[in-house]
């Protein structure tokens, strides 16, 4: 067998920690598949005397995580610290630069500088690897780079953050509201302590615009994806949406067309007919509509140490066979320069919810604001009153553009009949 493939790892949490066992217990056939043992040669990470729960007195600690980059033993560094600059991003740039390959699990480094990272990797002829960063363990990147290669594709969607699924689908089965759900996902470790990143739609928008990069041939253009979370769902829209047919899902989509690329992470209703409204728990899931392939899904564990370890490991596979090619499925000279879609022009059906004042002429003030805006309205529920004494009232539209949803919710901005800001979600079509 030819010489090993030596990895440093900088970063011994759960990733990291679930690569030294991955390669610890799968090695021998590791070996075989890629033609040569892959070696984790030096580690790194903040507290040496940390109980991992791994035995790792067989590599050599490194104290600087930087010089993983300049070490001499090493081929490729593995990066798992996390963060989308501080330490992860020295450590990818100074690997770059210094001409070793780089894997990565770490979408929100990407997502802000990943054609950066890119082009570094193209000037030094090594690989920029990544599958791990967008739904862990499916391979996702590699179906996009590699499988659907050959296709147009004109959208690619899914549910890509595990939290907020697991959290959706409790309220669905348990009618709860969002906060009581989140406590108990963060209890149970589901959930970070600070949940922002996840449930504000930041962590699935990061791995969306790296999804959208791929499918589009566009550079990465995280800052023009539209995000919005689900802080504000009630358990009534759930409720609302399975009675018209719908779950709830946390879909971040992105389309590329004449109209410009558009990117945006937002709740939607899901036709219980899709698949991805039979997708629960923290599972994640990917559509990508190729124009010769059709619509492929793509769905697994999207976190966890065993998962994402498995990603990592598939790209350090890739790397052990040579098998390298552009980070971001073409040189980065070729990506194009995308144009934000306006969403005013879209045109889709909608479900808003308003909290309202239990009091006379609130259905016809909502309903003038739909009417001269133009949103023709398809159904409309009215709900008793809430613990608190409002009311809830939910709209299903027509078909329309988005700028008229829009127009009516401006035109009913700071009404006293209004008990809290409305909720608009698309619905997925
Ligand atoms: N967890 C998942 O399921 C998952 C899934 C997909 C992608 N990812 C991505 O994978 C990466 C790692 O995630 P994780 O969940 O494994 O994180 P984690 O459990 O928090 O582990 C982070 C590791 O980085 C080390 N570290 C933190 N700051 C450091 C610094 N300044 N210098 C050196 N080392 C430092 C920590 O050291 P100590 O242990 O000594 O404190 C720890 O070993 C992130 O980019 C994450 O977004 C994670």
């Not at 000037?123 to 780079?145: C, T, Y």
């Not at 946390?250 to 007919?273: C, K, M, W, Y």
């Not at 309202?356 to 529920?381: F, P, Q, T, W, Y």
């Not at 009232?393 to 409305?422: D, N, Y």
Request: aromatic share 4%.
């Amino acid at each position: 067998m030819t010489k090993p493939l030596r990895v440093a790892l900088a970063g011994l949490g759960t990733v990291g920690g679930g690569v030294i066992r991955l390669i610890g217990a799968n090695g021998a056939l590791i070996a075989r598949r890629a033609g040569r043992p892959i070696e984790i040669v030096a580690i790194s990470a903040r507290d040496r005397a940390k109980d991992r729960g791994v035995d790792i007195s067989r590599f050599e600690w490194v104290d600087d995580t930087n010089a993983l980059a300049h070490h001499e033993d090493a081929d490729v560094v593995v990066e798992l610290v996390g963060g989308s600059d501080g330490p992860a991003l020295a450590l990818a740039r100074a690997t770059l630069a210094n001409g070793k390959s780089l894997v990565t699990a770490n979408k929100a480094m990407l997502a802000h500088h990943g054609l950066e990272l890119a082009r570094a990797a193209e000037a030094a002829k090594v690989a920029l690897k990544f599958e791990a960063a967008v739904a862990g363990g499916i391979p996702v990147i590699k179906g996009l780079r590699e499988g659907a290669a050959a296709n147009e594709i004109a959208r690619v969607y899914g549910i890509l953050n595990g939290t907020c699924n697991f959290i959706l689908t409790k309220m669905e089965e348990e009618g709860r509201d969002f906060a009581e759900v989140l406590a108990e996902a963060q209890a149970l470790g589901f959930a970070e302590a600070d949940p922002s990143f996840d449930i504000d739609g930041v962590d699935a928008a990061h791995k969306l615009s790296i999804l959208a990069s791929l499918a589009f041939g566009t550079r990465p253009a995280f800052a023009d994806v539209a995000t919005d979370g689900i802080r504000h769902l009630l358990a009534a829209d759930i409720a609302e949406a399975a009675a018209l047919g719908y779950r709830i899902r946390l879909l971040g989509i992105a389309e590329d067309n004449a109209g410009g690329l558009f990117q945006r992470v937002h709740p939607h209703l899901v036709p219980t007919s899709h698949p991805l409204a039979h997708v629960t728990g923290a599972t994640n899931a990917v559509v990508a509509e190729g124009n010769f392939v059709g619509r492929l899904l793509f769905q697994g564990a999207g976190a966890g140490d065993g998962p994402t370890a498995s990603a990592v490991v598939a790209d350090l596979i890739d790397i052990a066979r040579g098998e390298f090619g552009p980070a971001y499925a073409m040189p980065v000279d070729a990506l194009a320069t995308p144009t934000p879609a306006d969403t005013g022009e879209r045109r889709g059906r909608a479900y808003v919810r308003f909290t309202v004042a239990d009091k006379v002429g609130v259905l016809a003030e909502i309903a003038a604001a739909m009417r001269d805006a133009g949103v023709s309205i398809e159904s409309l529920m009215q709900r008793g009153a809430m613990a608190d004494g409002t009311v809830l009232v939910a709209i299903v539209t027509h078909e329309g553009p988005e700028r008229s949803v829009a127009q009516a919710l401006e035109k009913l901005r700071g009404s006293q009949s209004l008990a809290g800001q409305p909720m608009w979600m698309h619905i997925l079509a």
